[in-house]
């Protein structure tokens, strides 16, 4: 059996956290033991991030970064055919990357403040449209996000705000372009510092917004400038997975069939 698993984990299967599911305090929990014991199975156990990458890996062919916006940031860097994260699971958590040292920087749920997660991630990113319409009445009113959430900035949800950036409007863009600049200043310095020059985007908020993510993280990213490249190679280097939920479903299945300490179950049972 396999299982992916929001949260790092080490390379016996040990579970370190898992903020987006239980918050900040929780102790490590071997998750691979508890299932193997209770179904009488081997288990494979890894990280969501880390299955969802091998299902690009099997098309891809040059290194790539894996980058989910959903509830909260993940991301691995797929190279020379295994994902890198060292046996504790330390590796591949950009979303926990302190990008604001403010005493009242936005909360992440870790338990920290000021992550790129707590400000980039679907929920960050809905976090900053709720603040910007408070701070700013009259620009909300005239904004496309105004009537759904019935005039009032806690009615503005993901969807809608997904929505109205697809469409054009001027606030709900402009609230997105704030928190994408953080990120594509992660994407600049893993790219200065290991040369990865393809990153792959899922998660929901980024597949709902859809290719408009990418052009307006391209502008950031762009503004930033990536030492070496032009602004069109730049751009080329940001793209969208495939817009399905399916990702470590598939990814967790080439798993499977690659790791040495399950072959002999399933060659079993064929």
């Known amino acids: 059996m396999g299982l992916s698993f929001a949260g790092p984990l080490a390379k016996d299967g040990v579970v370190r956290a898992a903020p987006t599911l239980w918050g900040a305090e929780a102790e490590p929990v071997h998750v691979?033991?508890?299932?193997?014991?209770?179904?009488?199975?081997?288990?494979?156990?890894?990280?969501?991030?880390?299955?969802?990458?091998?299902?690009?890996?099997?098309?891809?062919?040059?290194?790539?970064?894996?980058?989910?916006?959903?509830?909260?940031?993940?991301?691995k860097v797929f190279r020379h055919g295994e994902v890198l994260v060292d046996d504790q699971g330390h590796g591949g958590e950009l979303g926990h990357w302190r990008i604001d040292l403010s005493e009242d920087a936005a909360p992440c749920d870790c338990g920290g403040r000021g992550h790129l997660g707590a400000v980039a991630s679907g929920r960050g990113i809905l976090r900053a449209a709720r603040a910007a319409a408070a701070a700013d009445p009259a620009t909300f009113a005239r904004s496309a996000l105004a009537a759904p959430a019935g005039h009032r900035p806690e009615g503005i949800t993901n969807e809608a705000l997904a929505r109205a950036v697809r469409a054009g409007d001027p606030f709900a863009t402009h609230t997105l372009r704030g928190s994408l600049r953080p990120l594509a200043s992660a994407v600049n310095c893993l790219f200065t510092a290991i040369g990865i020059r393809r990153y792959l985007f899922i998660g929901g908020f980024a597949v709902a917004v859809g290719e408009r993510f990418v052009s307006l993280l391209g502008d950031e990213l762009v503004r930033h400038g990536c030492f070496g490249l032009d602004s069109a190679e730049t751009r080329a280097m940001l793209a969208l997975g495939a817009r399905d939920d399916d990702h470590c479903l598939i990814g967790m299945g080439r798993m499977l069939e690659r790791s040495s300490h399950l072959t002999p179950v399933l060659e079993d049972s064929v």
Do not use: K
Request: proline residues 5%.
């Open 32 to 75: 691979g033991d508890l299932l193997s014991a209770r179904l009488g199975l081997p288990v494979l156990v890894a990280n969501d991030i880390t299955a969802a990458a091998w299902r690009y890996a099997e098309t891809e062919t040059e290194p790539f970064c894996l980058i989910t916006i959903s509830s909260g940031i993940g991301s």
